[in-house]
């Protein structure tokens, strides 16, 4: 059973910073792609950031030059530390990983964190 548990969310002020943490437990074979999405309250999901086995990252236009994503393999966890805070970053954060089950597998399976919420105080 392959789960990804989060951590990290809560409130905090506008032009602060947050840390959150997302690791995967379970048995597998290795992890892909690594990264998170966001959900504001009436607004569609947005893909904030990844991270690819490589670690190249990739960064939605609103949060550059503010977040960056990161992972550790050793510890099968993805970070994503975000600073100068904008209260329009308010939302909840999940992550996700395409995981490969079995050294055998043709292609990865995505997983999904349970979801942490942002808030950020104007």
């Known amino acids: 059973q392959v789960q990804l548990v989060e951590s990290g969310g809560g409130l905090v002020q506008a032009g602060g910073s947050l840390r959150l943490s997302c690791a995967a437990s379970g048995r597998f074979f290795s992890i892909n792609d690594m990264g998170w999405y966001r959900q504001a309250p009436g607004k569609e999901r947005e893909l904030v950031a990844w991270?690819?086995?490589?670690?190249?990252?990739n960064y939605a236009e609103s949060v550059k030059e503010r977040f960056t994503i990161s992972r550790d393999n050793a510890k099968k966890t993805v970070y994503l530390h975000m600073n100068m805070l904008k209260f329009e970053d308010t939302a909840v954060y999940s992550c996700?990983?395409?995981?490969?089950?079995?050294?055998?597998?043709?292609?990865?399976?995505?997983?999904w964190g349970q979801g942490t919420e942002v808030t950020v105080s104007s």
């Open positions: 991270i690819t086995s490589g670690s190249s990252t």
């Open positions: 996700y990983a395409d995981i490969l089950k079995y050294r055998a597998s043709l292609s990865s399976e995505r997983f």
